[in-house]
């Protein structure tokens, strides 16, 4: 750093920078790229998502971290965290300065343990390391037991520590943030209780609506080649004490002769003119997996066919998070990458 202070370096590199002859030919082989300054600092987020957690957080809290290590679960990584947290309770008993026999033995086949589970390359909890990380704990695991001692000054248990604690906090953590399990978390004891006594009410009949909604769906595959403007999108849930109406509204929405005329493509549909809000987010029972699922309560509102004879129209859909990413992926492929996009599905 002084070197690049200095006034004659920093004169002869804005020589070099506004000098437009070639520079000169290397004569020395070109040297290995090192990682320079690689985890001098940590990029910073300047916009915090009301979404991000720390994996400190999650462990200090015993409900999250029950449904951390569900989600785990699901991903079939549980075995990451159980790494993790063998090697913690490992490097607390290894580092008491005056060890017995008997510990050096106990500990010894706890790290023959950890590397038949998690360095094997035929064990089914296999954590990929770095070949030296590995071959050194190989030769700890295979030695006598009085060597394990040296693990209070070796490096490799830790830097095997520090990979799998980066990939915890780095890919997991954020995925769990925008999982399900972590929905349900936020959401428990959250919903309203007026909407939760009209649901309990409403619960045999939307069960109801949901068999004709099946049905009808059956139906206009039958009678339409595209979808209706307007109509309803399948949903995972009806509007609250508004079952009736919005089945009512589908059937006529299929057979309303104004519609023909506004799918022409003299009246193209003009999305400015859409009003969307997601007013509350909501709980959907999945009779398939049979859990509830978080799902958000999307408000449309259309204004842009008054022209043709048509009062402004209301519907709601449900859905999940996941589905947001679902749209993603088709806007970028037919209208390829744009930044408001980007912008759009994360406000």
Same mark, same amino acid.
């Given at each position: 750093?002084?070197?690049?202070?200095?006034?004659?370096?920093?004169?002869?590199?804005?020589?070099? @920078?506004?000098?437009?002859?070639?520079?000169?030919?290397? +004569?020395?082989? +070109?040297?290995?790229?090192? *990682?320079?300054?690689?985890?001098?600092?940590?990029?910073?987020?300047?916009?915090?998502?009301?979404?991000?957690?720390?994996?400190?957080?999650?462990?200090?809290?015993?409900?999250?971290?029950?449904? @951390?290590?569900? @989600?785990?679960?699901?991903?079939?990584?549980?075995?990451?965290?159980? @790494?993790?947290?063998?090697?913690? &309770?490992?490097?607390?008993?290894?580092?008491?300065?005056?060890?017995?026999?008997?510990?050096?033995?106990?500990?010894?086949?706890?790290?023959?343990?950890?590397?038949?589970?998690?360095?094997?390359?035929?064990?089914?909890?296999?954590?990929?390391?770095? *070949?030296?990380?590995? %071959?050194?704990?190989?030769?700890?695991?295979?030695?006598?037991?009085?060597?394990?001692?040296?693990?209070? +000054?070796?490096?490799?248990?830790?830097?095997?520590?520090?990979?799998?604690? #980066?990939?915890?906090?780095?890919?997991?953590? *954020?995925?769990?943030?925008? $999982?399900?399990?972590?929905?349900?978390?936020?959401?428990?004891?959250?919903?309203? *209780?007026?909407?939760?006594?009209?649901?309990?009410?409403? +619960?045999?009949?939307?069960?109801?609506?949901?068999?004709?909604?099946?049905?009808? $769906?059956?139906?206009?595959?039958?009678?339409?080649?595209?979808?209706?403007?307007?109509?309803?999108?399948?949903?995972?849930?009806?509007?609250?004490?508004?079952?009736?109406?919005? %089945? &009512?509204?589908?059937?006529?929405?299929?057979?309303? #002769?104004?519609?023909? !005329?506004?799918?022409?493509?003299?009246?193209?549909?003009?999305?400015? !003119?859409?009003?969307?809000?997601?007013?509350?987010?909501?709980?959907?029972?999945?009779?398939?997996?049979?859990?509830?699922?978080?799902?958000?309560?999307?408000?449309?509102?259309?204004?842009?066919?008054? !022209?043709?004879?048509?009062?402004?129209?209301?519907?709601?859909?449900?859905?999940?998070?996941?589905?947001?990413?679902?749209?993603? $992926?088709?806007?970028?492929?037919?209208?390829? $990458?744009?930044?408001?996009?980007?912008?759009?599905?994360?406000?």
């Amino acid at each position: 750093m002084d070197y690049l202070a200095d006034p004659d370096t920093v004169n002869h590199l804005i020589l070099i @920078f506004i000098d437009n002859s070639p520079p000169e030919e290397a +004569t020395e082989p +070109t040297s290995a790229l090192v *990682p320079f300054l690689q985890k001098y600092s940590d990029s910073r987020n300047k916009k915090p998502s009301v979404l991000k957690l720390e994996l400190k957080e999650i462990r200090e809290q015993q409900d999250l971290l029950f449904r @951390f290590m569900n @989600f785990l679960k699901q991903e079939g990584a549980v075995h990451v965290l159980q @790494f993790c947290l063998a090697v913690e &309770e490992f490097n607390d008993r290894i580092l008491c300065p005056e060890l017995s026999d008997s510990e050096k033995m106990m500990l010894h086949e706890e790290v023959k343990k950890i590397y038949e589970t998690y360095c094997l390359d035929e064990s089914i909890d296999k954590i990929r390391f770095d *070949p030296f990380i590995v %071959e050194e704990i190989r030769n700890i695991a295979e030695g006598p037991y009085a060597q394990v001692v040296k693990l209070q +000054t070796m490096r490799c248990l830790f830097e095997a520590y520090e990979h799998v604690l #980066s990939l915890l906090e780095n890919v997991f953590t *954020p995925m769990f943030c925008h $999982s399900d399990e972590y929905f349900r978390q936020l959401l428990k004891g959250a919903e309203s *209780p007026a909407r939760n006594s009209k649901m309990s009410r409403n +619960t045999s009949k939307r069960g109801e609506s949901f068999g004709i909604s099946r049905i009808g $769906s059956k139906i206009k595959g039958v009678f339409k080649s595209t979808t209706m403007e307007g109509a309803m999108l399948p949903s995972y849930g009806q509007v609250e004490g508004e079952d009736d109406m919005v %089945e &009512e509204a589908m059937m006529v929405l299929e057979d309303d #002769s104004p519609m023909e !005329a506004a799918s022409t493509p003299s009246t193209p549909r003009n999305l400015s !003119a859409w009003n969307i809000t997601i007013p509350y987010i909501d709980f959907y029972d999945d009779d398939v997996k049979r859990e509830r699922i978080p799902v958000f309560c999307i408000d449309v509102e259309r204004n842009d066919r008054k !022209a043709v004879g048509h009062e402004t129209e209301h519907w709601s859909v449900y859905r999940r998070y996941l589905e947001f990413y679902v749209l993603e $992926s088709k806007l970028t492929e037919f209208h390829g $990458s744009f930044p408001w996009i980007n912008a759009a599905l994360t406000m």
